[in-house]
């Protein structure tokens, strides 16, 4: 597992009297700290602070979101799941993905990684052409082009040393951090579907637009809501699982 | 477009599908020689893929008797195989952390058998029924050493998943005691979850809070 310690290059002088400090405080405390484990090693689940100054807010919302998806996303999913065969499904999954590619590309542009940013352009290339538009994900079948770690403005951000901020739950949307909430409104103005130049198109109509990206958070949704539901299910306190798990997510992903 | 679109609003969570640990390990009842062998194994690549492989071979059977009648659920059925190859004991102590040992013997057997029902349900819930994940086994990393990371990736429904997984040396051989998904620690996840309890309410909020969620989902799965 890549681990902070395997990132000598990104030890900064704030981690260093982080680290420093969280020994000083172990060498120092008569081992309560350590006791669950069988030896005196480090704690490696060791609950991190978090920073949730607005948590009464964000669990309000957090109920107002657990009521939303329940009785207006949930059926429409279920609908959808109903009307669709899975190889459509798994098709337009692709094909929204797919049409992201300006997100990950000015991601990982802006992050200073011209790598990732060329093999983001191949799986574009290779998806839009040989996979019919996007249809089919045939780029993971080529080695160089699976397994590309996420970017959008989020992840350029932290590249950047920017870290989360505090946590948010935003309506709707679900957990976020302030550095992420920022990347995502970015990001919006980066998918095509938004583009204000189709506007300018021969024969354009607003319902165009409206239209397929009702399909994105129509076909998105049935993955989603299976997400939240296994996290849900699992928790003994489901604001406090959903937290957690959102960060530690965020953490990996900005790690990658 | 004139305002953000709905486009966005499910971007949070949307790389953190758990239909990925459908593939996780377990193991049959009903292999018993090979696998016992593994779980011994000095390697723990070999006692992952016994498990990995014994898990599937039940969720996943070749085919089903025409004549058989209704299986258990899968959750029961599946116990014998995760019981063998995980370590609830070291995952439980962990998942509840520091204030384990300030814990009565009795209290810390109760929240043990709870837990790995907990454990046990969630894990098993993840199979679907459908096409078989494809998982390879990355090399594995080395904690210290009586620990190992078992780096795997998981193929499933058009998807890819990572999962990785945790697991000790012990007197019995190696065992698991965490798995993580796309970078979530379950044991971080629910140490998040269980300490914030104790500190409140100590072993009986632990113990209250996993029957509520046992019950609750008895009661929502009638």
New interface residues.
């Given amino acids: 597992?890549k681990t902070f310690l395997h990132h000598p290059a990104r030890w900064s002088r704030h981690a260093l009297v982080a680290f420093s400090a969280l020994w000083l405080v172990l060498a120092a405390t008569p081992s309560?700290?350590?006791?669950?484990?069988?030896t005196d090693?480090p704690?490696?689940?060791?609950?991190k602070p978090v920073s949730d100054p607005l948590e009464g807010l964000n669990r309000a919302i957090f109920k107002f979101n657990d009521g939303f998806y329940s009785f207006v996303l949930r059926p429409v999913a279920h609908g959808y799941e109903r009307a669709t065969p899975?190889p459509l499904r798994?098709g337009l999954?692709?094909f929204f993905d797919n049409l992201r590619f300006p997100i990950r590309l000015v991601g990982d542009v802006l992050a200073g990684r011209p790598k990732r940013a060329a093999q983001e352009t191949g799986k574009f290339i290779v998806n839009t052409t040989v996979g019919f538009a996007g249809l089919a994900?045939v780029s993971?079948s080529v080695p160089a082009l699976?397994?590309v770690p996420?970017a959008g403005l989020g992840t350029a951000f932290a590249a950047w040393g920017i870290g989360p901020g505090p946590f948010l739950v935003?309506p709707?949307?679900?957990?976020?951090d302030v550095r992420?909430t920022v990347g995502?409104?970015g990001?919006?103005w980066l998918?095509p579907?938004?583009w204000?130049a189709f506007d300018h198109l021969d024969g354009y109509h607003w319902w165009w637009?409206t239209g397929i990206?009702?399909l994105?958070?129509v076909q998105?949704?049935p993955?989603?809501l299976?997400?939240?539901d296994?996290?849900l299910?699992?928790?003994?306190?489901p604001y406090?699982?959903v937290?957690?798990?959102?960060l530690?997510?965020r953490?990996?992903?900005v790690k990658k | 477009m004139k305002t953000p679109s709905l486009l966005f609003l499910f971007t949070a969570l949307a790389g953190t599908s758990f239909a990925a640990a459908t593939a996780s390990p377990s193991a049959s009842a009903t292999a018993p020689s090979p696998a016992a062998a593994a779980a011994k194994s000095a390697d723990p690549t070999t006692m992952l893929r016994a498990a990995v492989d014994e898990v599937l071979a039940i969720a996943y059977p070749e085919k089903i008797a025409a004549d058989s009648v209704a299986p258990a659920p899968l959750a029961e059925r599946v116990r014998p195989v995760l019981e063998k190859y995980f370590s609830f004991d070291l995952l439980t102590r962990s998942a509840v952390g520091p204030g384990w040992n300030q814990i009565k013997a009795n209290d810390q057997q109760r929240i043990i058998t709870l837990f790995t029902t907990l454990v046990i349900r969630t894990y098993s819930d993840k199979f679907e029924p459908g096409a078989r994940p494809g998982i390879t086994y990355a090399k594995p990393v080395e904690i210290d050493a009586a620990r190992r990371e078992l780096p795997t990736a998981i193929a499933y429904a058009g998807k890819n998943y990572s999962v990785s997984y945790r697991v000790r040396q012990q007197p019995e051989g190696w065992r698991i005691y965490d798995v993580n998904v796309e970078g979530v620690s379950m044991v971080a996840n629910y140490r998040a979850q269980f300490d914030p309890l104790f500190q409140k309410g100590g072993a009986a909020a632990i113990i209250a809070a996993i029957e509520k969620n046992i019950a609750d989902y008895a009661a929502a799965n009638k």
């Fill in positions: 597992m309560p700290l350590l006791a669950a484990t069988p090693e704690d490696e689940f060791a609950v899975p798994h999954t692709n994900r993971d699976k397994d996420p935003l709707v949307i679900g957990p976020n992420d995502y409104a990001d919006v998918i579907t938004n204000a637009r990206q009702t994105d958070v998105s949704s993955d989603f299976k997400t939240y296994d996290f299910k699992s928790a003994v306190d406090l699982a937290r957690n798990g959102y530690q997510y953490e990996a992903a």
